[in-house]
C-alpha cells in the first residue's frame, strides 16, 4: 500500500524559506512521478512541481519556477520541495502526490492525474 507522508510546514515570514519532506514508501517508485501540489484555503489544488523518480526530470508550474524546487533522495524514498522567497500567497496546505509514469509529460501538471495523495502540511507566511 501507498503512503505518502509530509512534513516540514510551518509558520514563517515574507522572504523566508522552508523545506519540505515527502517519505514515500510501500512501494518500489522507480517508474513513478512525484509531485507536490498545493491547496490555499478556499482554492482549487494547484499544480507546483514534479519530478521523475527515475531520472530525475523534473516539472514546474510557471507560478513557482525559480523560487521552488523540487528533488529526491533515492537511498531515502523521499522528496523534498524547497520553498524560497515565501510571499503569503503562499500560505497553503502542501500535499505530495504520486503516480506511475504512464502519461505523457504534460499530464503531470493536471493535479487530478495523481493516484496517492499525502494528507498534506500546512505552510502559512506572514505578512
Known amino acids: 500500500q501507498v503512503q505518502l507522508a509530509e512534513s516540514g510546514g510551518g509558520l514563517v515570514q515574507a522572504g523566508d524559506s522552508l523545506r519540505l519532506s515527502c517519505a514515500a514508501s510501500?512501494?518500489?517508485?522507480?517508474?513513478?512521478?512525484m509531485g507536490w501540489i498545493r491547496r490555499a484555503p478556499g482554492k482549487g489544488r494547484e499544480f507546483l512541481a514534479a519530478?521523475?523518480?527515475?531520472?530525475?526530470?523534473?516539472y514546474y508550474a510557471d507560478s513557482v519556477k525559480g523560487r521552488f524546487t523540487i528533488s529526491r533522495d533515492g537511498s531515502k524514498n523521499t522528496v523534498s520541495l524547497q520553498l524560497n522567497n515565501l510571499k503569503p500567497d503562499d500560505t497553503a496546505v502542501y500535499y505530495c502526490?504520486?503516480?506511475?509514469?504512464?502519461?505523457?509529460?504534460?499530464?503531470?501538471?493536471?493535479?487530478?492525474?495523481?493516484?496517492?495523495w499525502g494528507h498534506g502540511t500546512q505552510v502559512t507566511v506572514s505578512s
Open positions: 510501500g512501494r518500489t517508485f522507480s517508474n513513478y512521478v
Open positions: 502526490a504520486a503516480i506511475r509514469n504512464s502519461y505523457v509529460s504534460s499530464a503531470y501538471y493536471n493535479p487530478d492525474v495523481y493516484d496517492y
Open positions: 519530478i521523475r523518480w527515475s531520472g530525475g526530470s523534473t
